[in-house]
Structure formats: C-alpha cells, structure tokens
C-alpha cells in the first residue's frame, strides 16, 4: 500500500450536512405533508424559485435552484409552501449547540451545513463516532436527520457527506483518501463549477484518477495556478483549517420583482425602500457601514455588483439613497435593459463605539423579503 501523505494525519474533520432541511423542518411541523412531494420556494404562479425540495419531489426530477413554475409542470400535486427562515434560523441554532457539545471549532457555511474540528475534542472520543453520536442527538432532539462524513481535512469530509445522503455516515480515514478519491468525477472538486468540468472533461480528464494521469504542466496551461489546486484535490489533500466566523461583513436586502422592471423612476423607488430597510436594520444592530454595493440581476440571470465607499461609515438611509442611485445611474444598464432583482448591501461595518461587531453570516436571514438561494 502507498504510504499515507503526512498532511492526511494533521487534522480530524467532520462536515455535517442537513437531509433537504426546510422541507425537512417543515414536514416535521406538519405531519399531513408526510409522503408528499414537498418545494419550499413560493408559489408556482409567481417568480419564485425551489430553495428546497424532499426526496419525494426530487424523484420528479425536482431540483434547488428550478423556478417554481418548472417544478408544478413536473410535479403538479406537489405541495408548495414559502419559506420561512426565521424557524430555519432557530433550528440552526439548535444543531450548532449540538456541535458544540464536541467541538468548539466550528464553521457553518450556512444554516444547515458546517464543517467541525474535532481533532482535539474534549471527550477524547473517535471522530466517528462523535459523527455519529451528532446524528443521533440530531434525530432524538429534533426529529430531523443529517448526513456526516468524516476525514482528514475539509475537502473530503464535504465529499463523505454528500455520499450515502439521506442520513448517511461515511468516514474516510487517512489510508483510505487516496482510493476514495480516484474514482470521483473531478466535479466533486471543491472549486469545479460547470465550465472547468467542461474544459477538463474536454482535455479527456473525468476523474480525479485522470487529473493525476494528466501532465502536470499540461494542466497548468490550461488551468493555470488553479492546477495545483486540483492536482493536489485528486490526491484527497486539502490544508484549509477550519475556521470560526466572528464578523458579519455585510448586512443587506435584495428584491426579485414580481415582473421585470425596465422604467428608471420604478426602480428608483425600490432602491429607495431598499435603502430604507438596511438603514433600519444597522439601526436596530446598532451598526454603521462604509461601503455600499448595488446588486443588479437582470432579465436573463446576468449579475453585476456595483460597489461605492462612502467618506465615513454611516446607518443614514438618505446618504444610502444618494449612493445608490448614482451607482443605479451610472455603472448599470438600469432603463436599457430589463432588471429582476435588485440588492442593496452594506459592508465594512462598525458599531457604533468604532470596534468590529461580532456576528455570523452574510445577508440578514430573520425577514421574509430576502431571496433565498
Ligand atoms: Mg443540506
């Protein structure tokens, strides 16, 4: 047997990853939607689009991500229901005090994933079978199931995860990476969207036992630094640690319009309730911010993101309003080209005293007007 990389005896990681969560949450809460096909989104009628669906609709060919309307023509006794991320955001908090039982080094990528150390936990256990006991709390306390995977290091824990779901434990010790991963697509790379799959598939690479096959310098030229990258991913090594999210970095709101917009005035206004919003919201955290970004999504998915630093951190709507409207003016197609959402966000935050305020996750998550994705 080839002997086992160092970097592979460093670390135990854990990634947990929620079963279909707010379908699940929702289905624990309302037991008549057991064996229905189940969409969380909105209504087909309108513009929304399937945050989460559970395995009964997923066998119609349901999937995250697929407008709503797509889903009912596929499905339609699927039972659709808005979200409601205020309970999905209780729940978070329920499972992250399960983690914290094990480990206190925990990142969560989002309300129902997170990767956990556990390298050095306090009780001394196997790292599986803290995996499994978190499933086990997770189902007793919650009624809800989670799948786990155990490794070395981040990337293939991710990867254990998502491989018996749902409800699944896959450890992968140190001397079983290398084999693990040689028959992965390269898709199940951290970092491998759509057109790189492309692009290797192209050059004859489809697994990860390809990449290692492939000359190195060959991949650079097509790659560039990001082959090293994959190169060292094929081989199952990662060495990102975990880390802790202590900030929020921004704090925002965004609208997808229940039609496309195309008259300035119109969208000017929303721009206007928008700011109001996130004025409020620092407000209410007792935050100020520096820098505002316009988010434009435009009738064909296309997404620009416009950016502009105000002279001193401000929670003042009006000086929002000002920024915004420029950034609209300026440096977008608004009027000339039709526009599905916008998005207003504020970053480089400060509380009110001057220091770094201490918050997890990115958008504002606890009211309904988000757009989830
Ligand atoms: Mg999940």
Known sequence: MDAVHPSLLKRKIIHVDMDAFYAAVEMRDNPELHGKPVVIGGSPQSRAVVCTSNYEARKFGIRSAMSCAHAFRLCP????????????????????????????????LSLDEAFLDVTANQQDLYASQIGKMIQSD??????????????????????????????????????????????LPVRKIFGVGPATEKRLNHAGIKTCDDVLRFPFVQLEAQLGSFAHWIHMAAQGLDDRSVTVHRERRSLGREETFSQDLILVPRLLQELESLAELVGRDLQRKQLR???????????DFSQIT??????????????????AKLLLLEKTEAGRKKIRLLGLSV?????????????????????????PL
């Open 77 to 108: 006794q699927t039972v659709f229901l808005p979200p409601d991320f205020a309970k999905y955001t209780q729940v978070s908090r329920q499972i992250r005090e399960i983690f914290a039982r094990y480990t206190s080094i925990i990142e969560p």
């Open 306 to 323: 416009r950016s502009r630093t105000l002279s001193r951190a401000s929670d003042d709507s009006a000086e929002f309003i000002a920024a």
């Open 289 to 299: 911010g520096r820098t505002l970004t316009l988010k434009v999504k435009y009738h």
């Open 138 to 183: 997770v189902s007793r306390e919650l009624l809800l199931t989670c799948s786990v995977g155990v490794a070395p290091n981040k990337l293939v824990a991710k990867i254990a995860s998502d491989f018996r779901k749902p409800a699944g434990l896959t450890v992968v010790p140190p001397e079983k990476v290398a084999s693990f991963m040689r028959e």
């Open 347 to 371: 970053s480089n935050l400060e509380t009110k005293s001057g220091t770094e305020h201490q918050l997890v996750s990115e958008w504002s998550d606890d009211e309904a007007l988000l757009t």
